[in-house]
C-alpha cells in the first residue's frame, strides 16, 4: 500500500520553533486536510515532505516509485504556450517518444545485424515505457484536464506569461493534476478560482484515486473534499478523523473536556495549598509536608487553549437612511467597445445582505464601482437612496497608515480611549502586545481585518465589501463573520468564500452573461435551486436523445438484417443473421491484426499525424468489432 509517514518531524529558524515532534501517516486514496492559523507553518511543513526544505530532525519516508504533484501559492511560469506547458508534465514520456524517433532513425539506417538487433531491443523497451506512460493519451490528458478548469481550445496556443494571476493558478493546478500523481500536495488551491472551478475541482478531488493533502482556509472546501483533518496546535499536530465540521465539533467536546480536566486539577491544587497553609506548623505539620511533596511531583496540565475567536460587542447604530438603499435600472456598462453588464437591474433594500456571485471576468466588480461612483453607466439608472453613507473594503487597503501603530490607527481616527479601542480590536484578533505593532509591518490579512474595522466603526449605513475574507485565516474569517453578521446596516459583497456566504446573506444575486438572476437565500439555498434547475433541464434534455437512440438502435438492427447482395433476413431467422456476425467478425479481427503489425512498425510513428491516425483506425475497428460481439451474444441469447 502506498504510504507517506512522518516521524518526528520538528523546524526551527533561529530561537523561533515552528513546529516540533510531528508524527502523521497519510495512506493511498486519503483526502486529508491541513489547517492553522497563518504563520504557524503549514507551507513549511510541506516544503519539508516534498524535500524543498530540510528538517532539523525527524523522518520522512515515501513508498518508493510514488509520484508526487505539488501547487504552491505563487509558482512562477515560464514563457511556454499553455499545451507546452501541461505537456510539460510528461517530460519523461515525451523523453521516451524521443528515443523512439532516434531508435527509428538508426533502425532505417543501420546495416549491421547485431547492432540492428540491439536498437531493436531498446526501441521496444521505449515503446513499452512510452505506452504505459500514456504517450498516446498525452493530448487528450491535457485537453480534458485544461477545459475542466475553464480554458479553452484557443487559449491552449497562448503563452503562459500573458495569463492573469487567477489563470496562471490553474495552470499550475492542471500541471499538477495532469499525470494523476500518486499524492498530491495542495496549498490554498482556492485561491483565485471562481466558484464553478471550485466546484469542478471538489468534484475531481473526491473522485481521486490519489492522496491528497490540501492547506485550506475555505471551510466549505474542506467539509467538501477532506475525510480527515490534520490540525496544527501549539507547534504539533492534532489528528481528527471527518470533515471540517466534524473537526470543529470534535474539538469542541475536547477543549470542554480539557477544560474540565483543567478546572478539578486547579480545584484540588487550591484545596491541597489551603492544607498546606494552614498545617504547615502545626501538629499536622508532617502531613502538609507529605501533601507539599506530592503536588510538587503532580504534572500540571496546561490552561485550555481558547477557540473563541470573536469577543461580540454591539456597533453603534448607524444613521437611518431610505428603504431603497441602492438601485440599478436597465444599466448598460463596460469598457470602450466590449460591453460587461447589458440592461441589468437592482435593488437593494435596507437590511439587506446581499452576495454578488458569478465566474470570473462576469462583471462584479464593475458593478460594485457603479455604485461606488468610479465609473459611470453607459444607460440607464444608478442611484443611492437618501442619507445612504457608504462604506467601501477595497483589498488595497489605502485607508491605513504604515507609520501608526495598530492601536493608534484606531484610536487617533476615532477618538476613542486605549479601553475601548482594546475592546474593539480584540474583537478582530488583535490582543496583547500586538496592538503596538507597525501598521507597515502587517500581513495582508491582518491590514485586511484592521481596515474592515475602521469601516464598520466609521458610520456607514451601507457596506460594499470586495473579497472581505481573502488573505485571512479560518480565525480570522469567523471574526469578520461575527462583526458583519452584527452590523446593524446594510451590505453588498462579492466573496467566493461559500462558508461565509452561508451564514452572512440573505439574498443571492449571479451575474452571468452581463444579466443578474436573483435567489432569495444563502449560497446552500442558491446553490440547491441551481443544481434542481440543472437536473430538471438534464432530463428534459434526455428524454428527446432517449428517443433517438431508440430510432438509432432500430436503424442499426434493421441494417443488420441487410446482406451484402441486397437481399434481407428475417427476424424470424436469427441463425443466419448470426452466421452473418460471425462472418464480419472475424474480417474485423483480421483488418485488427494488420494493424497491429502496422503500430509495431517503426515506419508508423516517424511523423506524428500518421501514428495518430494509425492509432485512431485501430480504435475504431476495435469499438465496431465489440459492437458486432454484442450482437452475435443478444442473437445466440
Request: hydrophobic residues 40%.
Amino acid at each position: 500500500m502506498s504510504l507517506l509517514e512522518v516521524r518526528g518531524l520538528s523546524k526551527a529558524y533561529g530561537i523561533q520553533n515552528i513546529f516540533s515532534d510531528i508524527n502523521f501517516q497519510v495512506r493511498r486514496g486519503e483526502k486529508v486536510g491541513l489547517i492553522g492559523p497563518n504563520g504557524v507553518g503549514k507551507t513549511t511543513l510541506v516544503r519539508c515532505l516534498l524535500g524543498f526544505e530540510k528538517p532539523d530532525s525527524g523522518h520522512v519516508a515515501l513508498t518508493p516509485g510514488e509520484r508526487i504533484g505539488y501547487v504552491e501559492q505563487d509558482t512562477g511560469l515560464g514563457d511556454n504556450t499553455l499545451y507546452e506547458e501541461l505537456a510539460g508534465a510528461f517530460g519523461d514520456v515525451l523523453g521516451w517518444q524521443h528515443d523512439m524517433r532516434r531508435l527509428e532513425a538508426s533502425i532505417a539506417s543501420e546495416k549491421h545485424a547485431d547492432k540492428l538487433e540491439k536498437c531493436m531491443k531498446e526501441y521496444a523497451q521505449a515503446v513499452e515505457r512510452f505506452e504505459r506512460g500514456g504517450g498516446y493519451e498525452v493530448e487528450n490528458s491535457v485537453r480534458r484536464v485544461a477545459f475542466g478548469l475553464g480554458f479553452t481550445a484557443e487559449e491552449l496556443t497562448r503563452r503562459t506569461n500573458e495569463f492573469s494571476g487567477g489563470q496562471k493558478t490553474r495552470i499550475c493546478l492542471a500541471r499538477a493534476l495532469i499525470r494523476q500523481p500518486d499524492f498530491l500536495f495542495l496549498d490554498e488551491p482556492t485561491n483565485h478560482l471562481d466558484l464553478g472551478m471550485v466546484e469542478w475541482l471538489e468534484e475531481f478531488l473526491t473522485g481521486y484515486s490519489g492522496a491528497v493533502l490540501v492547506i485550506s482556509h475555505d471551510r466549505y472546501f474542506l467539509d467538501t473534499v477532506a475525510e480527515r483533518i490534520l490540525a496544527i496546535e501549539n507547534g504539533s499536530i492534532a489528528d481528527y478523523s471527518g470533515n471540517y465540521s466534524e473537526y470543529l465539533q470534535k474539538k469542541t467536546e475536547k477543549l470542554a473536556a480539557q477544560e474540565k480536566a483543567y478546572g478539578k486539577q486547579q480545584a484540588f491544587i487550591a484545596k491541597t495549598e489551603e492544607y498546606i497553609d494552614r498545617y504547615r506548623a502545626g501538629i499536622k505539620s508532617k502531613q502538609a509536608r507529605g501533601r507539599q511533596s506530592q503536588l510538587s511531583r503532580l504534572a500540571r496540565l496546561a490552561r485550555p487553549e481558547d477557540m473563541k475567536g470573536f469577543d461580540f460587542f454591539t456597533f453603534n447604530p448607524p444613521a437611518e437612511c431610505a428603504e431603497r438603499v441602492a438601485e440599478l435600472g436597465e444599466v448598460v456598462a463596460g469598457y470602450g467597445d466590449k460591453t460587461v453588464l447589458d440592461k441589468v437591474s437592482l435593488l437593494v433594500r435596507r437590511g439587506d445582505g446581499v452576495a454578488l456571485v458569478g465566474p470570473n471576468g462576469a462583471g462584479k466588480t464593475t458593478l460594485l464601482k457603479l455604485l461606488t461612483g468610479d465609473i459611470m453607466a453607459k444607460h440607464g439608472k444608478v442611484k443611492l437612496g437618501s442619507r445612504v453613507r457608504l462604506g467601501y473594503f477595497a483589498q488595497e487597503h489605502e485607508t491605513l497608515t504604515d507609520s501608526n501603530s495598530v492601536l493608534d490607527e484606531v484610536m487617533r481616527e476615532f477618538a476613542f480611549s486605549e479601553e475601548r479601542t482594546r475592546h474593539y480590536l480584540g474583537a478582530f484578533l488583535f490582543r496583547g502586545e500586538e496592538v503596538y505593532k507597525q501598521v507597515g509591518d502587517l500581513s495582508g490579512g491582518e491590514k485586511a481585518r484592521l481596515a474592515l474595522l475602521k469601516l464598520m466603526l466609521a458610520g456607514a449605513n451601507f457596506l460594499i465589501l470586495d473579497e472581505p475574507t481573502n488573505h485571512l485565516d479560518i480565525a480570522a474569517r469567523e471574526a469578520v463573520e461575527e462583526a458583519i453578521m452584527n452590523f446593524p446596516g446594510t451590505f453588498l459583497t462579492v466573496s467566493h468564500d461559500r462558508y461565509f456566504l452561508d451564514k452572512v446573506a440573505n439574498r443571492m444575486v449571479e451575474l452571468d452573461g452581463g444579466q443578474l438572476t436573483e435567489y432569495a437565500g444563502n449560497y446552500s439555498y442558491y446553490h440547491d435551486k441551481k443544481a434542481a434547475a440543472a437536473k430538471a433541464a438534464a432530463q428534459a434534455a434526455s428524454r428527446p436523445a432517449a428517443h433517438k437512440q431508440q430510432n438509432n438502435k432500430q436503424e442499426k438492427t434493421a441494417q443488420l438484417q441487410v446482406d451484402g447482395k441486397g437481399g434481407s433476413w428475417r427476424k424470424s431467422d436469427p441463425a443466419k443473421l448470426a452466421k452473418k456476425l460471425e462472418e464480419e467478425i472475424a474480417m474485423l479481427e483480421h483488418e485488427l491484426a494488420a494493424l497491429e503489425v502496422r503500430l509495431n512498425d517503426p515506419a508508423s510513428h516517424a511523423e506524428a499525424q500518421h501514428s495518430r491516425e494509425v492509432a485512431d483506425e485501430y480504435a475504431a475497428r476495435q469499438a465496431e468489432l465489440d459492437e458486432k460481439y454484442t450482437a452475435w451474444l443478444e442473437l445466440t441469447e
